[in-house]
């Protein structure tokens, strides 16, 4: 009976000391979570593709706000990226320019090599 007295009161500490694991453990599993990563929809990258525009032998002087004032006309830009030299950080003289919707980047494309012209598309300022 003394022995069932003790298995009940270390029950009762077990108890206690299970509880207080538990909290020590959800306390040491919220210090080591780290913060979820916003939700974001994988991209296509097959989509992304048909969506970007590479450009070449644009302007060493170039600027990302002078090519989206060329390009928006087309539709809604999602980004664009001049390539530059990671050593001198100089434009490389080519660019990406990423449009929201494929119609969008097919309508810059259409312009920049109307029918019946082999010119690529030139800016006229």
Do not use: M, W
């Not at 919220?30 to 992304?48: H, L, Q, R």
């Not at 048909?50 to 390009?71: G, V």
């Not at 050593?87 to 494309?109: D, I, M, P």
């Amino acid at each position: 009976s003394g022995s069932d007295s003790d298995s009940d009161g270390s029950n009762s500490d077990s108890d206690s000391s299970a509880t207080d694991s538990e909290s020590d453990d959800d306390d040491d599993s919220v210090k080591e979570e780290t913060p979820a990563a916003p939700a974001v929809a994988p991209i296509d990258d097959a989509s992304k593709q048909s969506r970007t525009l590479f450009l070449r032998n644009i302007p060493f002087d170039a600027t990302r706000h002078q090519l989206f004032e060329l390009f928006r006309t087309y539709g809604h830009i999602e980004s664009i990226f001049l390539v530059k030299d990671p050593q001198t950080k100089a434009n490389r003289g080519t660019a990406f320019v990423c449009y929201q919707t494929t119609e969008s980047a097919t309508k810059a494309l259409t312009a920049g090599n109307p029918e019946g012209s082999d010119a690529p598309f030139v800016s006229r300022d």
